[in-house]
């Protein structure tokens, strides 16, 4: 089946953590994004790529960093410096510039 | 001004009733126009995918779009509980996307 996987479903973190969410897509796309997803503000944009080795800042990249050494990977690191990291995240692909995105189940960062 | 405004809702309707969700947006370069449902602690699953103005229909749900008025609207025919989610609106004109806040509807059998 294709789709886009994320890991782990649940995630908790102690404060000064970094870690690292996973995403990984086999539908072939080229391009990802990673959202976050907090309640009665909709999808804010963190970071996306559209080919492999290259990324742009979103709307609220600070505090996170990502990297595309594969097509089919976009891991989302968390750093220490993003001062309120609980909340949903989301990552997406999409195939080309006339195609819509697809999501995957998501992650749930809590800190602790 | 945000880019999409949708109404948040809560949107509460009978089992079989007709839904009608609606986003207005203030960019008109937007080309891309789709709708979304998110069930609770679940990623989006895309539903309809629109492009320009015009009506798309799939099944019980019909998309249309007004880029005269930049006002796009989702109606869900035939409503079943099934359909109780938080349904958001998205449009693009390049590589990034605006979403609407998202409507919470629910349909009560």
């Known amino acids: 089946d294709g789709g886009i996987t994320q890991s782990p479903k649940y995630l908790f973190r102690k404060e000064g953590q970094n870690v690292t969410l996973s995403c990984e897509q086999n539908l072939n796309h080229d391009a990802m994004y990673w959202y976050r997803q907090d309640p009665g503000q909709g999808l804010r944009l963190i970071y996306y790529s559209q080919i492999v080795n290259d990324f742009q800042k979103g709307d609220i990249a600070e505090g996170y960093s990502v990297s595309r050494e594969k097509k089919e990977s976009f891991p989302l690191t968390v750093t220490s410096a993003q001062k309120n990291p609980t909340a949903f995240y989301l990552c997406?692909?999409?195939?080309?510039?006339?195609?819509?995105?697809?999501f995957g189940p998501g992650t749930r960062l809590t800190v602790l | 001004q945000k880019e999409v405004e949708q109404d948040p809702g809560p949107l509460s309707v009978p089992e079989g009733a007709i839904v009608s969700l609606n986003c207005t947006y203030s960019?008109?370069?937007?080309?891309?126009f789709m709708w979304y449902r998110q069930y609770s602690r679940k990623g989006p699953e895309l539903l309809m995918y629109?492009?320009?103005?015009g009506n798309k229909e799939d099944g019980r749900f019909t998309a249309q779009v007004d880029k005269s008025s930049k006002y796009i609207s989702l109606f869900i025919r035939d409503s079943q509980p099934s359909d109780s989610a938080t349904y958001l609106c998205?449009?693009?004109?390049?590589?990034?996307?605006?979403f609407g806040t998202g409507t919470s509807l629910t349909v009560i059998p």
């Open positions: 960019n008109s370069a937007f080309q891309y």
């Open positions: 997406a692909s999409r195939a080309g510039i006339i195609y819509a995105q697809y």
């Open positions: 629109t492009y320009s103005s």
């Open positions: 998205a449009m693009s004109a390049g590589n990034q996307f605006y």
